[in-house]
C-alpha cells in the first residue's frame, strides 16, 4: 500500500513552536529549550504519520524559519553582512538571517508562489563561496531512523533554489543565476552521499517552479543538474514534487525524461491539466505519485472520487507504480481537527486538517489495494451530502442575485473627472489633502477589552462606552494634528477580515485553524463553507457615531471581497470568483448604508488583490477581470458625490497597473515608500491616471520617526510626476502596530510637510 505525504506543518497543532521560538528570541529560554520543543514535533509528527500507515515519510520537512533558509544554510550562501567565519551554521547566524538584528537587517522575504507563505528569498552573486555547512538533512533522517521511521528526506531542488534566488546588492540584476548550477551541485553531492551512507533509500527534490511559465534554458537547467547527479544518486530512489498547479507541457516533457528520477509527483487538485498529460503518456518505468489530497485546503476529499481517478490512473501506469499523495505540502492548511470542539459538528463533519488528510491518503490506499475500509468511505459520502443539501450551504436568492451579475458590466456612470468635482463641491478639501488608511495604535488594553467583551465578561454596554472613548480620543487627536480626512481607527476590529466575517453568514472560525504565514507568525483564515450574505449592517454603527464627533469628512471603513476572499479557505464546491461576486454583493449593501447614513468618504480595502494573481500569465486575464469586476459590484450604486478610496499593501503594481485603473476608484492610496522610484515610474513612462492618489509618504513597518523636511521632499519627488490635484498625503498602511509615541510625531511632521509644499504651489 503505498502512501505519501508532500510536507506537513511544523507548527505543532498549538503553535508550540511560535511560542518555543519566540521565548528564545526574547532571551526567555535557552537553544537546548528550544531544540527540544523541535524535536518532540518532529517525533509526533513521524509517529503521527507512522501510525496513520504512511509508508513515504517525509523528513527535513521542518523547518525553524522556512525550508528555502535551510537550503541557503546548507549551500553556505550566507551573506557577507551576516560575519558567518564557516563551520556548521548555527542559530546565531541562521535567525539574523531571517529577522536581523541591531546592526543586520533581515535577509528580504517574498511569497512563496501563490500562497500566503512566505521564504526568505537566498541572495546569490558570482563570489558566493558555497560549502556544505548545515547537516539538518542528515541528522533529520538520522533522527526519524533512530525512532525505528525510515523516512524520505526532502530538499528543495537546486534548479528551483536557484530560481527562487534574487542577485544579491552590487550584482547586476541580469546576473545569471542559473550559472552558480555547477557550484551547488558539488554541496548538493555530498548531502546526497551522506544521505544515502546513513541508509536513505528515497530522496525527494521539490522542484515546483516546474509549474511556471519558464523558458527553454530554464528548463533545459533540469536536464543538466539531474544528469550532473546522476551518479551520486544512483541506488537511491528519487522523486521530484512538483505542485500548486499543472505542469506546462514542455516541462512535463523535460521532467518525464530526467533518467535519474524514479518518481514523478503532480498535483491533481490545482493542476487541472495534469491528468491530462498523464494520460498522454507516462514513463512506463517510474512512479506516479498522484497529489489527490488536497494540502491547499480544509475541507474532507471526495474519497469515492479520488478513489475512481486514482483507479483510472492505476491502469495506466500499472499497480505497483502508483502512490497516493497530497496535491502539494500540508504546511498550507490547518493542523488538527481535534483541538476544534467549538465548532459545529456538521460543518466539522466537513473538514479535514492536516491530521484528518493523512487518514485520507492512507484510506485511499488501502482501498486501492483491495482493502477499502467501507466505514470510512461511507461516513466520507454521508459528510460530502450533508454539505451538497445543506440549507446553511445554500442560499437561493444570494445564488441568483450573484448569477445575475455575471456577463454583465458594474460601473459607476459617470467618469472619475466629472466625479472628483462633484465630490470636492461638496467636501472642499484643501489641494494634497491628507488622511491615514484607518487603524490607529492598538494598546494591549485595547485589546484586552475586545477579548473580555467576547468572552461576555464585559457588559455591551461597557464594551460601546469604552470603544467610544477610544473613536473619541482618535478623531481628537487627528483634528489637533489638522488631518483633512479622518477615519475611526478600527478599534473594534481584530483583524480586517475576521471581522467582517463573523458578521457575514456563511462562514465560519476555528479555534486553532492556524497556518503558517512567516516565520513564527500565523494566521487563522476564516472558513467560507456557504453562499454569503449579510443580515445586517456592519460598519454603520460605529461610522456614523465617528463622524457625529467630527465636522471632517469621516472615511467609511471596509474591507474588499476580493481581499476577504483571498484571505480565507474558500469553497470548493463553486468557483472562486463566484464567491467572490457574492461577498461583493454583501459589501455592496454595506457601502449603500453608509452613504444613506451620511458617510460621504468610504474607502475599499484591497490589500490582497495582487497576491491572488494565478502563476501562470494565462490565467491572469481572467482573474483580474473577475477581481476588479467584483471590486466595481460594491460601489457602482453611489452617488457621485460619494468619494470611493481603495487602498493596496504593496507598491510594485506596475504590470497590473491597468487593471488597478480599471477599478474605478475615486482615490487610490497605496504602500510605497520603500520604493517610490519603481511606483512613480509608471506614471513617468505615461500611463494616464486621472483618479486621486497617495503613494504612502512613510513606512509604518519601522518605528523611525520621518523628519517633516524627508517627508517634503518626498511629496516634491512625486508632484514632479502626479498632477497637483491629484496628489493625496499619507502613510503607507494602517498604524495598528504602531505605538502613540511614534504616530503623533509621524503624523504631526506628515501634516507639516503637506502644508509646506501647498505654500509653495
Ligand atoms: N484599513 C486597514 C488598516 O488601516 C488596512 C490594513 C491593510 O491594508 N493591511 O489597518
Ligand atoms: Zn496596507
Known sequence: MASHVVGYPRMGPKRELKFALESFWDGKSNS?????????????????????????????????YDQLLDTT??????????????????????????????????????????????YIVPEL????????????????????????????????????????????????????????????????????????????????????????????????????????????????????????????????KTVTSLKCVTALGFDLVRGSKNLDLIKSGFPSEKYLFAGVVDGRN?????????????????NLVGKDKLVVSTSCSLLHTAVDLVNETKLDEEIKSWLAFAAQKLVEVNALAKALAGQKDEAVFSANAAARTSRKSSPRVTNGAVQKAAAALKGSDHRRATTVSARLEAQQKKLSLPVLPTTTIGSFPQTLELRKVRREYKANKISEEDYVKYITEEISKVVKLQEDLDIDVLVHGEPERNDMVEYFGEQLSGFAFTANGWVQSYGSRCV?????????????????????????????????MLTGPVTILNWSFVRDDQPRFETCYQIALAIKDEVEDLE??????????????????????????????WAVHSFRITNCGVQDTTQIHTHMCYSNFNDIIHSIIDMDADVITIENSRSDEKLLSVFREGVKYGAGIGPGVYDIHSPRIPS?????????????????????????????????????????NMVAAAKLLRDQL
Open 524 to 556: 487563522k483564515p476564516p472558513i467560507i463553507y456557504g453562499d454569503v450574505s449579510r443580515p445586517k449592517p456592519m460598519t454603520v454603527f460605529w461610522s456614523s457615531r465617528a463622524q457625529s464627533m467630527s465636522k471632517r469628512p469621516m472615511k467609511g
Open 596 to 625: 444613506k447614513a451620511g458617510i460621504n468618504v468610504i474607502q475599499i480595502d484591497e490589500a490582497a488583490l495582487r497576491e491572488g494573481l494565478p502563476l501562470r500569465k494565462s490565467e491572469e486575464a481572467f482573474y483580474l477581470n
Open 298 to 314: 480544509i475541507w474532507a476529499n471526495d474519497l469515492a472520487s479520488s478513489l475512481s481517478t486514482l483507479q483510472a490512473l492505476e
Open 32 to 64: 537546548e529549550d528550544l531544540e527540544k520543543v523541535a524535536a518532540d514535533l518532529r517525533s509526533s509528527i513521524w509517529k503521527q504519520m507512522a501510525d496513520a500507515g504512511i509508508k513515504y515519510i517525509p523528513s527535513n520537512t521542518f523547518s525553524y
Open 708 to 748: 517633516t523636511e524627508e517627508i517634503a521632499d518626498r511629496i516634491s519627488k512625486m508632484l514632479a510626476v502626479l498632477d497637483t490635484n491629484i496628489l493625496w498625503v499619507n502613510p503607507d498602511c494602517g498604524l495598528k502596530t504602531r505605538k502613540y509615541t511614534e504616530v503623533k510625531p509621524a503624523l504631526s
Open 73 to 118: 544554510a546548507m549551500l553556505g550562501a550566507v551573506p557577507p553582512r551576516y560575519g558567518w567565519n564557516g563551520g556548521e551554521i548555527g542559530f546565531d547566524v541562521y535567525f539574523p538571517m531571517a529577522r536581523g538584528n541591531a546592526s543586520v537587517p533581515a535577509m528580504e522575504m517574498t511569497k512563496w508562489f501563490d500562497t500566503n507563505y512566505h
Open 125 to 252: 552573486g558570482p563570489d558566493v563561496k558555497f560549502s556544505y555547512a548545515s547537516h539538518k538533512a542528515v541528522s533529520e533522517y538520522k533522527e526519524a531512523k533512530s525512532l525505528g521511521i525510515d523516512t524520505v528526506p526532502v530538499l528543495v531542488g537546486p534548479v528551483s533554489f536557484l530560481l527562487l534566488s534574487k542577485a544579491a546588492k552590487g550584482v547586476e540584476k541580469s546576473f545569471p543565476l542559473l550559472s552558480l548550477i555547477e557550484k551547488i551541485l558539488p554541496v548538493y553531492k555530498e548531502v546526497i552521499a551522506e544521505l544515502k551512507a546513513a541508509g536513505a533509500n528515497w530522496i525527494q527534490f521539490d522542484e515546483p517552479t516546474l509549474v511556471k511559465d519558464l523558458d527553454s534554458h530554464q528548463l533545459q537547467a533540469f536536464s543538466h543538474a539531474y544528469s550532473e547527479l546522476e551518479s551520486s544518486l544512483s541506488g537511491l530512489n528519487v522523486l521530484i514534487e512538483t505542485y500548486f498547479a499543472d505542469v506546462p507541457a514542455e516541462a512535463f
